[in-house]
């Protein structure tokens, strides 16, 4: 007879787990979230292959191994949702369009906590929108709805 043990997806997420099996687990999760949709969350080998330390990512152009920064839905919902931004006030949701620009931008959740609550505000371009700029990071907030809406870097300094 086997012994069985089921996880709830929750426990399993909170064990240190294998780095592809983790990033496969936040990617259903995503998925099931309305986050990411199919085509969205596509993984793609690197062409050194399985066993080569090169799993789901791009790798660094240019440089043997390494990955390039991704994150999850739920790492960004974590880092971002509740905090205060510099002029008072609260993160209350995040639109999905920001978790798919900030990973083509390579932009870490930290920085986007950065600017919005020590970042220097500016008036949006459309609608009632309020950008919090830090350290090249740019957050586009939608004032109406309390979200964070996407997510600009351009650079330390500017």
């Given amino acids: 007879m086997v012994n069985e043990q089921w996880m709830e997806i929750e426990e399993l997420r909170k064990q240190k787990l294998f780095p592809p099996f983790e990033e496969s687990i936040n990617m259903l999760m995503d998925v099931l979230n309305n986050n990411l949709t199919h085509r969205e969350s596509a993984v793609t080998i690197n062409e050194?292959?399985?066993?080569?330390?090169?799993?789901?990512?791009?790798?660094?152009?240019?440089?043997?191994?390494?990955?390039?920064?991704?994150?999850?839905?739920?790492?960004?919902?974590?880092?971002?949702?509740?905090?205060?931004?510099?002029?008072?006030?609260?993160?209350?949701?995040?639109?999905p369009h920001l978790y798919k620009r900030a990973n083509e931008r390579k932009v870490y959740p930290k920085s986007i906590a950065d600017a919005l609550t020590k970042g220097k505000t500016s008036k949006g371009n459309t609608g009632n929108r309020t950008i919090y700029t830090h350290k090249g990071t740019n957050v586009i907030f939608d004032n109406d709805t309390s979200t964070v809406k996407t997510v600009i870097y351009k650079g330390k300094g500017r």
């Fill in 48 to 95: 050194d292959g399985p066993g080569k330390g090169n799993w789901g990512h791009s790798g660094r152009k240019g440089k043997k191994g390494g990955s390039v920064a991704r994150f999850s839905a739920s790492d960004y919902d974590t880092a971002i949702i509740g905090k205060t931004t510099s002029d008072g006030k609260t993160v209350k949701g995040v639109d």
